[in-house]
């Protein structure tokens, strides 16, 4: 038996992820990304600043070790070795399949490696890397950091210049913010407010498709730029209400979904930065929360006023967001936690955006697993096109109730409704129709 001393405790995203693991089994809880190269990158430099990338990532190499019925931490696994592959032969379904191919392998978190990759020869000067994880291992802001590092390592090494970035951090400073936090009498103060906020007739009453054969698995999406006349549209309004612009496609799409579903008080689930003014901004791994919002629109509300409205349900939230879902699921009242759905669908915004090129070579990222999905998700990514930053937007959906090509139907359908309202911002939101709906 070892010594409790050497195990470290897990996260509570930790902590969740590996229960999730436990009751679904490993491949809902796949991430993965997909890097294209275009141009004379130097590939064995390359190698080298991926390798020394994940060297650094301690917080990358570790196990779960069960003792006495507890779960911890053991940082002992050593970093993981590429893998090598030749795909110049394929066309392009033939890639994706083999994209899609790579996500499915389990991992074993008692073992370790919770992430692998794969360097993939395309063409002369065409150069692909597939990395994936374990989602108790990274987390969308977690890929961020480790892409952005392979830059920052490669144009060091190309150079002979130094780091631009500070070096990862590990858990050691991470782990005690946390605890500190969970024992604070703000902690509790947390607590409350989303009880207050989410029991009795307020408590989310979506509940679980029990009729679907796989109720928690990967899903499919459809991603795809948001057209430039909607973009200046968007950025205009923004710059007006002095509010981002995916905040206004997050609002649109709310709105849209209470008109699919009928329900005003839908609560949608939206992913926190945890990591916010803690050691976690420097330490690629999982700090993941997903905090129920509801908009509780009337329907009568413009464009303005229910972009408005969304800006100031996360002014109510914000203060109390280092609650964890996990925990908040278990203090409602009259909310069933193992029946009920504490939010869906997610709305994801992530406001990175990676750079475009670096050293005379273009760079795309392509999200290929984003994690489990149980129903229908939506995803704003900010991302560098042709030198403008620019709004993706992703639509992610069960794969028993829908398929990418359905998922496509639905973003024109969202899109339209978008358009609609950048033109004519005085529509009330009851007054529209939509074309396409949702499956039961």
């Known amino acids: 038996?070892?010594?409790?001393?050497?195990?470290?405790?897990?996260?509570?995203?930790?902590?969740?992820?590996?229960?999730?693991?436990?009751?679904h089994g490993s491949l809902p809880f796949h991430t993965a990304e997909w890097l294209v190269i275009d141009g004379p990158l130097l590939r064995e430099i390359f190698h080298q600043a991926v390798f020394l990338t994940f060297k650094e990532a301690k917080?990358?190499?570790?196990?779960?070790?069960?003792?006495?019925?507890?779960?911890?931490?053991?940082?002992?696994?050593?970093?993981?070795?590429?893998?090598?592959?030749?795909?110049?032969?394929?066309?392009?379904?033939?890639?994706?399949?083999?994209?899609?191919q790579?996500?499915?392998?389990?991992?074993?978190?008692?073992?370790?490696?919770?992430?692998?990759?794969?360097?993939?020869?395309?063409?002369?000067?065409r150069y692909g890397l597939f990395f994936r994880a374990h989602h108790m291992a990274l987390d969308g802001y977690a890929y961020g950091l480790l892409i952005s590092r392979f830059i920052d390592y490669y144009q060091s090494l190309k150079n002979n210049t130094a780091l631009q970035n500070k070096a990862f951090e590990h858990y050691d400073k991470y782990i005690p913010e946390e605890q500190n936090y969970i024992q604070s009498a703000q902690a509790e103060v947390d607590?409350?407010?989303?009880?207050?906020?989410?029991?009795?007739?307020?408590?989310?009453?979506k509940r679980l498709k029990r009729r679907l054969n796989d109720p928690f698995t990967q899903g499919y999406r459809f991603e795809a730029v948001i057209p430039l006349p909607q973009q200046q549209q968007l950025n205009a309004l923004a710059a007006e209400l002095k509010l981002p612009s995916a905040l206004i496609v997050m609002a649109v799409f709310m709105g849209y979904m209470a008109l699919q579903q009928n329900d005003q008080q839908l609560c949608f689930g939206i992913p926190v930065l945890?990591?916010?003014?803690?050691?976690a901004?420097?330490?690629?791994?999982?700090?993941?929360?997903?905090?129920?919002?509801?908009?509780?629109?009337?329907?009568?509300?413009n464009l303005t006023e229910i972009v408005q409205l969304l800006a100031a349900r996360f002014a109510e939230m914000r203060p109390h967001q280092k609650s964890y879902f996990e925990q908040i699921r278990f203090v409602l009242d009259d909310f069933e936690p193992f029946n009920n759905i504490l939010f869906g669908p997610v709305v994801n915004w992530i406001p990175f955006p990676l750079p475009e090129f670096f050293e005379g070579c273009h760079l795309k990222k392509t999200t290929i697993s984003a994690g489990p999905i149980e129903d229908f998700d939506m995803a704003i990514t900010?991302?560098?096109?042709?030198?403008?930053?620019?709004?993706?937007?992703?639509?992610?959906?069960?794969?028993?109730?829908?398929?990418?090509?359905?998922?496509?139907?639905?973003?024109?359908?969202?899109?339209?409704?978008?358009?609609?309202?950048?033109?004519?911002?005085?529509?009330?939101?009851?007054?529209?129709?939509?074309?396409?709906?949702?499956?039961?």
């Open 59 to 100: 917080a990358l190499h570790w196990r779960v070790v069960e003792q006495d019925g507890q779960f911890y931490r053991k940082d002992d696994v050593a970093v993981q070795a590429a893998g090598f592959i030749d795909l110049s032969h394929y066309n392009e379904q033939e890639l994706n399949n083999w994209l899609e």
């Open 191 to 205: 607590l409350n407010f989303w009880k207050q906020n989410y029991s009795g007739a307020l408590a989310p009453k």
């Open 281 to 301: 901004m420097r330490t690629p791994c999982l700090t993941m929360n997903i905090l129920p919002l509801r908009l509780a629109a009337q329907g009568t509300e």
């Open 102 to 125: 790579q996500v499915v392998p389990a991992f074993d978190p008692m073992i370790g490696h919770l992430y692998d990759y794969t360097f993939v020869h395309l063409a002369k000067q």
């Open 274 to 279: 945890a990591r916010l003014g803690t050691s």
């Open 382 to 440: 900010n991302k560098m096109l042709n030198g403008q930053e620019r709004l993706y937007l992703a639509m992610d959906g069960h794969p028993e109730l829908y398929c990418v090509e359905s998922l496509a139907e639905y973003w024109h359908d969202f899109m339209r409704m978008l358009s609609l309202w950048l033109t004519e911002p005085s529509t009330m939101l009851q007054e529209f129709e939509l074309n396409k709906a949702l499956p039961d």
């Open 1 to 23: 038996m070892q010594e409790i001393s050497t195990l470290q405790p897990l996260t509570r995203a930790q902590q969740s992820m590996y229960l999730g693991h436990h009751y």
